[in-house]
């Protein structure tokens, strides 16, 4: 379990139960760009979860599904970028 401010608890193996959590999903137009700079910074700080972050960014990029929006995907009610209360 884990803990997403914007969707509650979360089924995450390995993580503690009230560990917070970051969600990127790849609907989301600035999910791709920002696992791209992850993976840059992590190889600049020599960590070694490049392959891993690029098997990630492979699957955002092949995703097919619904239409890309900016921050609040599922909040339909307020125009896109409109800053989350």
């Not at 979860?49 to 929006?69: M, P, T, Y």
């Amino acid at each position: 379990m884990a803990l997403s401010g914007k969707y509650g608890k979360v089924n995450i193996g390995k993580l503690g139960e009230d560990e917070p959590v970051f969600i990127l999903r790849a609907r989301d137009k600035l999910a791709l760009p920002a696992l791209e700079m992850y993976k840059a910074l992590a190889a600049s700080h020599g960590a070694r979860v490049g392959a891993s972050l690029q098997q990630e960014i492979d699957a955002f990029q092949r995703w097919k599904g619904e239409e890309n929006c900016l921050i609040d995907c599922d909040r339909r009610d307020r125009p896109i970028g409109f800053p989350v209360a």
